[in-house]
């Protein structure tokens, strides 16, 4: 478990590019045969991969959270962004297609990632985790691709039209802290999350993936009127600090999963931050 300390606005001036890559971006959650995580003291939250590569791959229980197991204090929202494969949560197995969401709340104690079983393999399964500290349990629940609260937002003619889907959120999935899902952008449109904002009550993940090999995201960060930018490339997360905006371009389009922990629930809390306002 690679840990990573809460940062300032005030230190942001200071970084230079190697910095900033080494605070806020992600770049190897997805090794075959492993389960890789970060922690972030922005929330407490861990940021995992898990690529079972062929074999059960059982979750560890990692010594920095000083517990039983990993789900003693915690919940966890798991996306699939790679083939089919399943997942066992004390006994309970789920099939998770490519796109789908598995919500898992705190007390499981055993759970285990795999590939799709023999002669249902669509190519290797790519876990992507999102746990928050929770102070109570919520039921153990899937949701398929297109089967949460859909959104169409965004206009071909500003390069921004692409379809969200909510997943772990207030009038879907519960959770005690934790608000996920996937946000796909449309052939032609490469902006994500215009006007970009902050939200002080929440830290922000980014996953970045379906982004081609010959491609990269410029993704910004930083506060209003001292913006920042990182380039991303396929599966690689950024962490957004509750000061920071998060926004992006592409030079194709390109998916990602956002989600947040943090004071509420409320997807649309936020500060927003008119690009007529960057600096």
């Excluded at 099939?95 to 669509?122: H, K, M, Q, W």
């Amino acid at each position: 478990m690679e840990q990573r300390y809460a940062t300032s606005p005030d230190q942001l001036p200071t970084f230079d590019t190697n910095e900033l890559r080494e605070r806020f971006l992600v770049e190897d959650l997805f090794v075959p045969g492993e389960v890789n995580v970060v922690y972030t003291h922005h929330d407490r939250i861990v940021l995992g991969g898990a690529v079972p590569a062929g074999k059960q791959l059982p979750l560890p229980t990692f010594d920095e959270l000083r517990a039983e197991y990993f789900l003693t204090n915690r919940e966890v929202g798991i996306i699939n962004v790679g083939g089919t494969g399943t997942i066992t949560a004390d006994g309970e197995t789920y099939t998770l297609p490519n796109g789908a969401c598995l919500y898992i709340g705190r007390g499981t104690r055993n759970i285990v990632f795999s590939d799709a079983p023999a002669g249902e393999e669509t190519g290797g399964a790519q876990f992507y985790l999102f746990s928050a500290p929770a102070h109570t349990t919520y039921e153990t629940q899937l949701v398929l691709k297109g089967q949460g609260t859909v959104r169409e937002l965004g206009d071909q003619l500003t390069s921004n039209r692409r379809t969200l889907n909510q997943y772990i959120h207030e009038k879907g999935v519960r959770s005690c802290q934790i608000v996920m899902g996937v946000t796909e952008l449309h052939p032609g449109s490469m902006w994500n999350t215009m006007p970009a904002h902050t939200h002080d009550r929440r830290t922000e993940c980014y996953l970045y993936f379906d982004v081609p090999d010959d491609t990269r995201v410029i993704h910004l960060m930083g506060q209003p009127t001292e913006t920042r930018h990182l380039v991303i490339a396929d599966r690689q997360a950024v962490i957004s600090p509750s000061w920071s905006v998060h926004s992006g371009v592409g030079t194709a389009a390109y998916s990602f999963v956002w989600a947040m922990a943090g004071e509420n629930q409320s997807f649309d809390d936020m500060d927003a931050a008119p690009v007529t306002s960057l600096s």
